[in-house]
């Protein structure tokens, strides 16, 4: 695991909090959209056990909405820096805003390395990044089969992951014609989950990112009902967990 200060691309991008929500503004931030999303989408949030306060941590939650990186932001009462699509960069003003949140660009469809590059060098600056595995939105509110990047990121790292389930947020206005439509109603909630870490080894093999995504996209799976499960609902063929053949579990934290 890459110690704090010393990890790839740390001299690349330099200090990393300069210029984004921290300390006093940051909770000042959260407790705005705190309100603004309670009182527009019903936002709750429950957590089942304590979020680490400091140190890397990387962030994973289905995709359901756009959204979503704001409803999963608010949920963790520490400054998480997202990775977003390099579109939303180029809208004025909007791309101010979300930098000032954190939020990094990714080109979509192709491996960005340096997108991944500074993604490591947050975590190995002791902060938070947050991913969406899927890499877009579920067009059916199921999980989808999950990208390469963030297992990459975690197995590369060594750092916590933090599951997060998110439900009701695709049902919000905007969201295109990606699932099917019904009635608004304020009730997008949030479950966040045990931060736990990838196991170095399976069966004495080295955990591959592959695998790694197949962890960390189960415990998010966990978190939510069975309808939004998707590929990772408990009745689907072809999607044995790989701590089923005699792998150690994911190793949580206190």
């Known amino acids: 695991m890459m110690a704090q200060g010393e990890g790839p691309g740390s001299d690349e991008f330099g200090d990393l909090r300069r210029g984004t929500l921290q300390g006093w503004s940051f909770r000042v931030a959260r407790l705005f959209f705190l309100g603004w999303l309670w009182l527009l989408t019903g936002y709750r949030v429950r957590r089942t056990a304590a979020i680490p306060p400091d140190g890397p941590l990387i962030v994973v939650s289905n ?10 932001a608010v949920s963790v009462p520490r400054p998480v820096h997202y990775m977003g699509k390099a ?23 192709k491996a960005d390395r340096r997108a991944l590059r500074r993604a490591e060098a947050t975590l190995a600056q002791g902060m938070g990044v947050g991913i969406f595995p899927e890499g877009t939105r579920s067009p059916t509110g199921g999980i989808q089969r999950p990208l390469a990047g963030a297992a990459l990121i975690a197995v590369r790292s060594g750092a916590p992951i933090l599951p997060v ?3 009701g947020s695709q049902y919000l206005p905007f969201n295109g014609s990606r ?6 109603r304020r009730s997008v909630r949030v479950v966040t989950g045990e931060a736990f870490t990838i196991p170095r080894t399976i ?25 939004y499960r998707g590929v990772y609902g408990t009745d689907q ?16 934290l206190p």
């Not at 995709?63 to 999963?72: A, I, K, Q, R, Y």
């Not at 699932?179 to 608004?184: D, L, Q």
């Open 203 to 227: 069966d004495g093999q080295r955990v591959t990112s592959e695998m790694a995504s197949d962890l960390m996209m189960r415990a998010v799976a966990g978190l939510l009902p069975p309808e």
């Open 87 to 109: 579109e939303l960069f180029r809208i004025p003003v909007l791309g101010w805003i979300i930098r000032l949140g954190g939020t990094f660009p990714i080109e979509r469809g």
């Open 179 to 184: 699932v099917p439509k019904r009635r608004y």
């Open 237 to 252: 063929p072809g999607t044995k967990a790989v701590t089923a053949a005699g792998a150690e579990e994911p190793t949580s």
């Open 63 to 72: 995709h359901l909405h756009n959204v979503d990186p704001l409803v999963v």
């Open 165 to 167: 389930g998110v439900t």
